[in-house]
Nanobody, 122 residues
């Protein structure tokens, strides 16, 4: 099974931008859809942005649509985040999914990465 590693997190100020990367450390992402999810303290893990294996289709959470952009190639999926708000602070995870009809809900995904912290604070 493909193994993914997240990178690019850190501390930013409100309104700043940040780009996260999800890279296959074993195997590749050619045959998988990939989703970015996040989990804030006390909240459920929620879908942020998901993309088809061919990068021809995307799904965004309403809360990030227009601010976040997901992109994919054979080895890496990025999440470009703009206009970050404290409400975006969370641990962000990426996970692969076999190319069924694209959905962006956590129960559809397996083999989660370790996650990476995004902190938004002044």
């Amino acid at each position: 099974q493909v193994q993914l590693v997240e990178s690019g997190g850190g501390l930013v100020r409100p309104g700043d931008s940040l780009t996260l990367s999800c890279t296959a450390s074993r195997g590749n992402l050619e045959w998988y859809a990939v989703g970015w999810f996040r989990q804030a303290p006390g909240k459920e893990r929620e879908g942020v942005a998901c993309i088809t294996r061919t990068d021809r289709g995307t799904i965004y959470a309403d809360s990030v649509n227009g601010r976040f952009t997901i992109m994919k190639d054979k080895n890496t999926v990025t999440l470009q985040m703009k206009g970050l708000d404290p409400e975006d602070a969370a641990v962000y995870y990426c996970a692969p999914r076999l190319p069924l009809a694209l959905r962006c809900v956590r129960t559809d995904y397996d083999y989660w990465g370790q996650g990476i912290q995004v902190t938004v604070s002044s």
